[in-house]
């Protein structure tokens, strides 16, 4: 069974960075697109961000400018980079499948039901 997994959570102060990594066993990453997604103590799960399988990148207006989605095929594995991270930030951090490549372009776009166990992020002096 399809399932993702995400790591390089912890914790970090205000304004410091995070590297997160996606992958997912025997399955293959490169033609899909994949989002990273979050869901913060008492909140609704949301879409951080998106990259397409042509490598266009969509992000939620409360991270624009602060993070960066990127993919390398050769080692089947997608990243979220995360500078100057904010108390809000902290969540629990899920990356899924997309389920194409408009969705990952659009507004509102939304994780296929593959969810793994997610990384923590904490920001917090």
């Known amino acids: 069974q399809l399932q993702f997994v995400e790591s390089g959570g912890g914790l970090v102060q205000p304004g410091g960075s995070l590297r997160l990594s996606c992958s997912a066993s025997?399955?293959?990453?490169?033609?899909?697109?994949i989002g990273w997604f979050r869901q913060a103590p008492g909140k609704e799960r949301e879409g951080v961000s998106c990259?397409?399988?042509?490598?266009?990148?969509n992000y939620a207006d409360s991270v624009k400018g602060r993070f960066t989605i990127s993919r390398d095929n050769a080692k089947n594995t997608v990243y979220l980079q995360m500078n100057s991270l904010k108390p809000e930030d902290t969540a629990v951090y899920y990356c899924?499948?997309?389920?194409?490549?408009?969705?990952?372009?659009?507004?509102?776009?939304?994780?296929?039901?593959?969810w793994g166990k997610g990384t923590l992020v904490t920001v917090s002096s």
């Open positions: 899924t499948t997309v389920y194409n490549d408009r969705v990952c372009e659009s507004r509102d776009f939304y994780g296929m039901n593959y």
């Open positions: 025997g399955f293959t990453l490169n033609y899909y697109a």
């Open positions: 990259i397409s399988s042509t490598y266009s990148t």
